[in-house]
Nanobody, 125 residues
Framework: QVQLVESGGGLVQAGGSLRLSCAAS????????MAWFRQAPGKEREFVAG????????AYAGSVKGRFTISKDNAKNTVFLQMSSLKPEDTAVYYC??????????????????WGQGTQVTVSS
């Protein structure tokens, strides 16, 4: 069993920055993929960024590339999402997710086994 706990959401003005954290516990991470998804009201959950725990490779959605950075702290089993140049369209609930079956980053939310409770990010114009 894996527990994921997000933190760091909040209200920020357009152009501002926020840093989300996802603390993972429950097992030793090896060949897994961690990712951030988001879901805005009335919209489907969408992939934001992913990182391979073993290889440290990363991937981003086109809408956030160049503005968001995903990273991890192996010692603390924590994944971060640094968000900069935020736009009102970034407003959503952000979820951390873990796929324990692969070290290959993918955007299919169905394949992720564990999810955090979500943290609200609101960007005002």
């Amino acid at each position: 069993q894996v527990q994921l706990v997000e933190s760091g959401g909040g209200l920020v003005q357009a152009g501002g920055s926020l840093r989300l954290s996802c603390a993972a516990s429950g097992r030793t991470f090896g060949y897994v993929t961690m990712a951030w998804f988001r879901q805005a009201p009335g919209k489907e959950r969408e992939f934001v960024a992913g990182i391979s725990w073993r290889w440290s490779s990363t991937a981003y959605a086109g809408s956030v590339k160049g503005r968001f950075t995903i990273s991890k702290d192996n010692a603390k089993n924590t994944v971060f999402l640094q968000m900069s140049s935020l736009k009102p369209e970034d407003t959503a609930v952000y979820y951390c997710a873990a796929d324990l079956d692969t070290s290959r980053i993918h955007s299919d939310y169905v394949g992720y086994d564990y999810w955090g409770q979500g943290t609200q990010v609101t960007v005002s114009s």
